[in-house]
């Protein structure tokens, strides 16, 4: 059964750190999404890459952010430096776009982040 | 700009019970709506999606909804739910550059 991987699971960190989050894609798959959770906002779209490229960050703080697909199979998120703020769970999702709708992205676990 | 709401924040219901969650959009462009559902500690699964076609759309797990165009709203049902069902269940409209966006979700409590 095909799936997205994100590591790690859990996080906590302390202020100022600078954070990693990794996705593993599916084999195939050519659009990549980090979303956030929170209580507050729900889930929020950070960012968007299709075939690699970035198409769209406008949903990520871009003073502490990155978002980057250094090849096809890994797409890392990362935060420096980190806040208390920035505690949530971070979700990546893959598809595969194209003019046949089969829209449906698969989701990962997510990666539970506590900045302390 | 594409917008989901979630009337219920919150939905208790006993087991065996019917249950429907409301989900309205507004969109500007097609419209494709879908359900996620989450498990706690767990990522989103599909439950199901409207792409085109009857407005009646079937998912796993016994869930159907229905696509009302005049009234904005994709409802999801299930006739007879299970303890089991209790999750939080996202709405959701594709939008530009195929992008999803969730309303703030249901959840779903079930009791014996």
């Known amino acids: 059964d095909a799936r997205v991987t994100q590591t790690p699971r859990h996080k906590v960190t302390e202020m100022g750190q600078e954070v990693t989050m990794r996705c593993q894609p599916i084999?195939?798959?050519?659009?990549v999404f980090w979303y956030r959770q929170t209580m507050m906002q729900g889930l929020e779209l950070l960012a968007y890459f299709r075939n690699r490229a970035p198409l769209d960050d406008s949903g990520m703080p871009k003073d502490r952010f990155s978002a980057e697909m250094p090849d096809a199979t890994l797409a890392t998120l990362k935060i420096q430096p980190s806040e208390p703020r920035d505690s949530a769970v971070y979700f990546c999702?893959?598809?595969?776009?194209?003019?046949?709708?089969?829209?449906?992205?698969?989701f990962g676990s997510g990666t539970r982040l506590t900045v302390v | 700009a594409q917008s989901v709401t979630q009337l219920d924040s919150q939905v208790p219901v006993f087991e065996e019970a019917p249950v429907e969650l409301r989900c309205n959009y507004s969109?500007?462009?097609?419209?494709?709506l879908f359900w996620y559902v989450q498990y706690p500690n767990q990522g989103l699964q599909l439950l199901l999606k409207?792409?085109?076609?009857?407005?009646l759309v079937k998912g796993i797990n016994g869930f159907e909804a229905e696509f009302n165009k005049s009234q904005t709203s994709f409802h999801l049902r299930k006739p007879s739910v299970h303890i089991s069902d209790t999750a939080e269940y996202f709405c959701a409209v594709l939008g530009g550059y195929s992008t999803l966006t969730f309303g703030k979700g249901t959840m779903l409590l079930v009791s014996p």
């Open positions: 999702a893959s598809g595969l776009n194209s003019l046949e709708p089969n829209y449906g992205y698969t």
């Open positions: 084999l195939g798959h050519n659009t």
């Open positions: 409207y792409l085109s076609g009857s407005t």
């Open positions: 969109s500007s462009v097609s419209v494709y």
